[in-house]
T-cell receptor, first 119, second 117 residues
Framework: GAVVSQHPSWVICKSGTSVKIECRSLDFQATTMFWYRQFPKQSLMLMAT?????????EQGVEKDKFLINHASLTLSTLTVTSAHPEDSSFYIC???????????????FGPGTRLTVL | DQQVKQNSPSLSVQEGRISILNCDYTNSMFDYFLWYKKYPAEGPTFLIS?????DKNEDGRFTVFLNKSAKHLSLHIVPSQPGDSAVYFCAASGGTNSGGSNYKLTFGKGTLLTVNP
């Protein structure tokens, strides 16, 4: 139980294009989803927290206009990297915490991650 | 200021022996602690958690100990298996927000565990 999927698992794009990453909770309702990025040999860095039906809360230093987050339903959140540049290349991971089903409210369940490479 | 610290970047253990991974925290508001296991190029997998009202939680081969006065927790894996080789992250969350479902996690930098056959 508590399965979170991400799509795509990897993407390569040209500089200046936008990339959308989807995060889905498959067997529970996730009122809160989190987006992280991880640089090589570093810890997970929280980018933003999104609650279903409301605007995301961004961490300090994260550009909200560059990293657009939408949490339209209890099972889906999307992260769009707009006008991507090579420095945006990273491993992006989402997580979800739930209110019903197998997802506990106090535990985050992570997706498998998306490797973004911007040329 | 790093609120969750994993001071050992790596640990090597022989198969069948005990693995002990340590984590220290500085924020006294943290009241829920989790351990995640992560393989390269994959998302973290939840292993075990502990609330601050407990000092021990056990799940199969995994046991987490919490020492609140020392602001220290540890993960014990017994017996260690080669498949346990991965990066282990300690994470903490603190307090409750309205609605009770907005738990931001603060992660340590991880410890790479290698279990040798």
């Amino acid at each position: 139980g508590a399965v979170v999927s991400q799509h795509p698992s990897w993407v390569i794009c040209k500089s200046g294009t936008s990339v959308k990453i989807e995060c889905r909770s498959l067997d529970f309702q996730a009122t809160t989803m989190f987006w992280y990025r991880q640089f090589p040999k570093q810890s997970l860095m929280l980018m933003a927290t999104s609650n279903e039906g409301s605007k995301a809360t961004y961490e300090q230093g994260v550009e909200k206009d560059k990293f657009l987050i939408n949490h339209a339903s209890l099972t889906l959140s999307t992260l769009t990297v707009t006008s991507a540049h090579p420095e945006d290349s990273s491993f992006y991971i989402c997580s979800a915490s739930g209110t019903q089903g197998v997802g506990r409210t106090d535990t985050q369940y992570f997706g498998p991650g998306t490797r973004l490479t911007v040329l | 200021d790093q609120q969750v610290k994993q001071n050992s970047p790596s640990l090597s253990v022989q198969e069948g022996r005990i693995s002990i991974l340590n984590c220290d925290y500085t924020n006294s508001m943290f009241d829920y602690f989790l351990w995640y296991k992560k393989y390269p190029a994959e998302g973290p997998t939840f292993l075990i958690s502990i609330s601050s009202i407990k000092d021990k939680n056990e799940d199969g081969r995994f046991t987490v100990f919490l020492n609140k006065s020392a602001k220290h927790l540890s993960l014990h894996i017994v017996p260690s298996q080669p498949g346990d080789s991965a990066v282990y992250f300690c994470a903490a969350s603190g307090g409750t927000n309205s609605g009770g479902s907005n738990y931001k996690l603060t992660f340590g930098k991880g410890t790479l565990l290698t279990v040798n056959p």
